[in-house]
T-cell receptor, first 113, second 113 residues
């Protein structure tokens, strides 16, 4: 299957700082990438859809100024959590589409102190 | 009624048993059906992918889709402790993964040695 690389796998930061998470499709080009958030023992919650070269589309209730998404190339999308607060602590997962399938990164555990 | 219903479990079975995991859905527009396996604090891994109705087999895994009943299943034969994970069903319309997936909540599976 196709490989999606996500970094970092874990990050701990102080409240008020910004954190950037990278998502790369290693062996294919992904026109569309997705960002999810997952709380313990819950399913994936779609945050936004990212299309290369255009603005991301955010799901209802997701603050676009808080969660900045950039998809500058066909193999890289980034999610920046700005001015992080403890309530932003969560597991963030990216995914990239290859034809009709969706492949996921390994996830980033964000802990905001 | 949610678009995709999946029993969260936990489902606990002895090693070697046949496991049956199921999802029901309400949207008749769904055409692509997938099963993902997710280990704790990891990204989901695509296990099985089917288009429209029918069966698909890959090693110990068999995926079944019955569009007339809006019901999909994943069977695991000769279950192993390493199969212990959360299994998510996912589905999409004709656009496939590029249009995003609708996920079930996931079933937590425990294989007892």
């Amino acid at each position: 299957g196709a490989v999606v690389s996500q970094h970092p796998s874990r990050v701990i930061c102080k409240s008020g700082t910004s954190v950037k998470i990278e998502c790369r499709s290693l062996d294919f080009q992904a026109t569309t990438m997705f960002w999810y958030r997952q709380f313990p023992k819950q399913s994936l919650m779609l945050m936004a859809t990212s299309n290369e070269g255009s603005k991301a589309t955010y799901e209802q209730g997701v603050e676009k100024d808080k969660f900045l998404i950039n998809h500058a190339s066909l193999t890289l999308s980034t999610l920046t959590v700005t001015s992080a607060h403890p309530e932003d602590s969560s597991f963030y997962i990216c995914s990239a589409s290859l034809r009709e399938k969706l492949f996921f990164g390994s996830g980033t555990q964000l802990s905001v102190l | 009624q949610k678009e995709v219903e999946q029993d969260p479990g936990p489902l606990s079975v002895p090693e070697g048993a046949i496991v049956s995991l199921n999802c029901t859905y309400s949207n008749s527009a769904f055409q692509y059906f997938m099963w993902y396996r997710q280990y704790s604090r990891k990204g989901p891994e695509l296990l099985m992918y089917t288009y429209s109705s029918g069966n698909k087999e890959d090693g110990r895994f068999t995926a079944q889709v019955d569009k007339s009943s809006k019901y999909i299943s994943l069977f695991i034969r000769d279950s192993q402790p390493s199969d212990s994970a959360t299994y998510l069903c996912a589905m999409s319309g004709l656009g496939g993964g590029a249009d995003g997936l609708t996920f079930g909540k996931g079933t937590h599976l425990i294989i007892q040695p």
